[in-house]
């Protein structure tokens, strides 16, 4: 637009032109960039084709015993945190803090006891004297 507002008409007739004519790309430069994207689409099916490959020999060997069992669970560091949950809640159950209990009594409204003792009496054989 010119100082008085109104536009110019030189450079909306090289805009409108520009917009007529798109450039086109030189046919050599288009062989190349599609004969290097070939060329990455190679590599990257060979290195997938390898992966499988060596997941497979993997699997097949770590698929036996505890190295199956752990690989299913996720691996290391999942086998780590389930682990220590396991421990956690085995601490909790053993040994709970008061809190637990307090709690557990606002929760139910009543006082749970759990006894760890077996009621085998003092008699282990009753049937037989002597």
């Known amino acids: 637009?010119?100082?008085?507002?109104?536009?110019?008409?030189?450079?909306?007739?090289?805009?409108?032109?520009?917009?007529?004519?798109?450039?086109?790309?030189?046919?050599?430069?288009?062989?190349?960039?599609?004969?290097?994207?070939?060329?990455?689409?190679?590599?990257?099916?060979?290195a997938e084709v390898a992966e499988r490959e060596a997941t497979r020999r993997r699997g097949a060997r770590a698929s036996v015993g505890w190295r199956g069992v752990f690989r299913a669970l996720g691996g290391w560091p999942a086998v780590t945190g389930l682990s220590a949950a396991a421990i956690t809640g085995l601490w909790l159950g053993v040994a709970p803090p008061d809190g637990v209990s307090a709690t557990a009594q606002l929760v139910w409204g009543e006082d749970i006891t759990l006894a760890l003792q077996p009621d085998i009496g003092t008699e282990l054989f009753p049937d037989e004297e002597g």
């Open 1 to 46: 637009m010119s100082t008085t507002g109104k536009p110019d008409d030189e450079l909306s007739a090289a805009f409108a032109a520009a917009r007529r004519t798109a450039p086109e790309p030189d046919a050599d430069f288009l062989a190349r960039v599609l004969g290097d994207a070939e060329a990455v689409q190679d590599r990257l099916n060979e």
